[in-house]
């Protein structure tokens, strides 16, 4: 599955998020020191959020700096997973019939990792969220009935009319989930790249990130940040280039997960190959020994640099 700037699922970027900041305006500044205390709502970070789309906007704050912030911010940790947000959001709904018109979407949305397959992952990820401004741009194009912000912001004005303590305990839900939407909005916007929340919904997955970017016309990168149960942090650095040849660096936080992908790095590159991948380079890396560049780009300029003509699988533990 290709995602490029220039397919129909073009993140909003910014040659192109006009919309967008018409949408976002508010001030700046007071309460980016707020932000670092984690001592916030799900609406205090929307709001939060907006003034920093605005800051992008007018050049207030530089794309670079606001990037490294949100890499090194723990505030989203208290919004909760969002597999488990939405969940929660869909058990409460069940004694609501007057939602359930918008309950639906939002079951559909969160599928099962089982049942995903390229196609639908494809969708899921066109119907994230992230997408939605672009979307309007092109409205004539677009089916909204499916995408997942769209349908917060529905569920959240229907709740902003009720009082009752269950339908303020979901609008808190709503919230945590629009701002988690719009952090990957914002991280596309700072880092000029497609930043994604992983669209489904797996029992060993705590939570989870995909941001894509593509270099030139032939060349892509995709990094995977994982959090699993089991297994710790799993970071996964994709760079395909040559229409089918990739290169893939694995950071691993845990010994036996190590030893698991060790064990399994010929099965991956057989499944790699079934879809007519060639595995180039394959590195299995320590994630605490190991220190890696910030930006995406250069990452992967430097690995294209140093391993693109070598064919070997190199495993540093």
Not at 150 to 163: G, M, V
Request: glycine share 2%; charged share 25%; hydrophobic share 40%.
């Amino acid at each position: 599955m290709l995602i490029s700037n220039q397919s129909n699922l073009n993140i909003i970027l910014s040659n192109n998020q006009t919309l967008l900041n018409k949408i976002l305006d508010s001030s700046l500044d007071s309460e980016l020191k707020s932000l670092l205390t984690n001592q916030n709502s799900g609406a205090d970070v929307l709001k939060i959020i907006k003034e920093l789309f605005l800051a992008l906007k007018d050049g207030s704050k530089s794309a670079t700096n606001l990037e490294n912030l949100l890499k090194n911010l723990n505030f989203s940790k208290e919004l909760g997973t969002l597999s488990s947000n939405i969940s929660t959001l869909l058990q409460n709904l069940q004694s609501d019939e007057s939602l359930s018109n918008l309950k639906t979407p939002l079951e559909n949305f969160l599928k099962n990792f089982q049942n995903i397959d390229d196609l639908n992952l494809k969708e899921q990820i066109k119907n994230s969220g992230v997408f939605l401004e672009n979307k309007l741009l092109n409205s004539s194009k677009y089916n909204f009935d499916d995408d997942f912000k769209a349908n917060l912001l529905k569920l959240q004005e229907a709740l902003t009319t009720k009082s009752d303590a269950k339908s303020i305990e979901n609008l808190k839900i709503v919230n945590n989930l629009l701002a988690q939407v719009e952090l990957n909005q914002l991280g596309s916007l700072a880092s000029n790249s497609n930043f994604v929340f992983i669209p489904f919904f797996w029992d060993m997955l705590e939570d989870g990130f995909i941001q894509m970017k593509q270099k030139e016309e032939e060349k892509f990168f995709c990094q995977i940040n994982l959090n699993l149960k089991d297994f710790g942090k799993v970071d996964l650095m994709l760079f395909l280039y040559d229409k089918n040849k990739l290169d893939l660096t694995i950071y691993a936080q845990r010994e036996h997960f190590k030893v698991v992908i060790k064990e399994n790095l010929q099965t991956l590159k057989k499944a790699l190959n079934s879809v007519d991948l060639i595995a180039v380079n394959v590195k299995l890396l320590d994630m605490k020994d190991d220190k890696k560049e910030d930006n995406l780009e250069q990452k992967y300029q430097n690995f294209y640099e140093q391993n693109i003509f070598s064919n070997r699988i190199d495993i540093k533990a």
